[in-house]
């Protein structure tokens, strides 16, 4: 009865303290999860009806300068073979993704330096050139305001940056000679210069724990972004978490509804890495509250290399079979696949 009450007044008021929200957590039966799933799916209906908006993924480089402990594609992983594509094939990518129906391409790779940003802007700027009803979503890191700015002023829409997990100490003894507090105020800077900004977090990382769960949803729900995208944590055979198991269906789901609750607008995907976990797990994620997939358009010689986490679904087919596949998910759940822009419905760009 008292989870069921906490969850109404999640419904009503898009919001919980964080003894509440703890609780939710701590005591989510079999019977809660579902009236959770129904009152998150029936708030993304009221905003967005039936429709899941598609998101064409090119993974353009899988080189990076970090660390970080959970990543295939970490700095010192000497096994990850590196690529890189110029800006003609990103633009050929794109391309290929424009006659599909794509109206949203993300780029996104390693912190790869060799991407200076006067390269990203004319990236941005030939995108936007040849297709100007498609939005750029760039996913590619920390930088200085400057260079949000610039690459934001050459066109560029949204911005995904994942917080990653909102327990400094966690973050930090996962991202070695990274800061928290940088990552933090990355994305209020990307917020200030009028980004749609996308935060997010993995589920189940090596000693994370419910507080550590209240913790990133009363972060996301201080600040607000258009987007937010969670998935579990998979390991990575040669990473230092390669022993570690991955992050369970079952909480991603939960915490997929609680976030469509406490941001009722918010473009939510349903991930790969969910995708991953659970032959089903994308139809559940939408069932659950999601209404975004991110389906891979990068060149398929290039799809293994970029190798986050291991088993990762998706990378050998065509990006016009991946559609068609998605698609049949999509629709197989109740949805309808929208091929638009997808602009959060709140946003509007300034300038
Ligand atoms: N360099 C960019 C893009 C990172 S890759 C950035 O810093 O934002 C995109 C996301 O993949 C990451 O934000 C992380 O949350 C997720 N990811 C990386 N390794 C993962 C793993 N082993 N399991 C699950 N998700 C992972």
Redesign the pocket.
């Known amino acids: 009865m008292v989870t069921k009450g906490i969850i109404d007044k999640l419904y009503e008021k898009n919001y919980l303290n964080e003894e509440e929200m703890l609780y939710l957590l701590d005591n989510i039966d079999e019977e809660n999860k579902e009236y959770l799933r129904v009152k998150a799916l029936n708030v993304r209906t009221k905003y967005y009806g039936k429709k899941v908006y598609l998101r064409g993924l090119i993974e353009f480089t899988n080189y ?1 300068k ?1 660390n ?1 402990m ?4 970490r700095f010192s992983n000497k096994n990850a073979i590196r690529y890189r594509l110029n800006a003609e094939e990103i633009l050929s990518t794109c391309r290929k993704g424009y006659e599909l129906g794509f109206r949203t391409f993300v780029l ?4 790869d330096p060799y991407f200076s940003d006067d390269i990203i802007i004319d990236i941005i700027s030939k995108i936007k050139n040849y297709f100007p009803s498609c939005a750029v979503t760039l ?4 930088k200085s305001y400057d260079s949000y700015k610039r690459y934001f002023d050459a066109g560029a829409d949204r911005y ?3 917080h ?1 997990t909102a327990s400094k100490k966690l973050y930090e003894s996962l991202h070695p000679n990274m800061s928290f507090e940088n990552r933090i105020k990355c994305l209020n800077n990307l917020k200030k210069i009028g980004y749609q900004v996308g935060a ?3 589920i189940g990382l090596p000693n994370q724990t419910n507080e550590d769960f209240v913790k990133d949803l009363m972060f996301l729900k201080e600040l607000e972004p258009q987007m937010v ?1 969670i ?6 055979k040669d ?1 230092p ?1 390669s022993d570690k198991k ?2 369970d269906l079952n909480t991603t789901l939960i915490l997929l509804s609680i976030i469509r609750l406490l941001l009722p607008k918010v473009l939510l995907p349903s991930t790969t ?1 969910l995708g991953t976990i659970n032959p089903k797990g994308r139809e559940l994620g939408l069932l659950a509250g999601a209404n975004v997939v991110m389906p891979n358009l990068s060149p398929i010689e290039v799809r293994e290399k970029y190798s ?2 291991d088993g990762k679904i998706c990378t050998g087919e065509e990006a016009a079979e991946c559609l068609i596949c998605l698609k049949n998910r999509i629709e197989s759940v109740g949805f309808e696949v929208d091929m638009g822009r997808g602009d959060n419905i709140d946003w509007e760009r300034k300038s």
């Open positions: 990076c970090n970080c959970y990543c295939g594609i996104q790779g390693g912190e996913s590619i890191g920390e995904l940056l994942r990653e997010g977090f993995m995208g998935g579990p944590f998979i390991p990575h990473t978490l991955a992050g890495a986050l986490y």
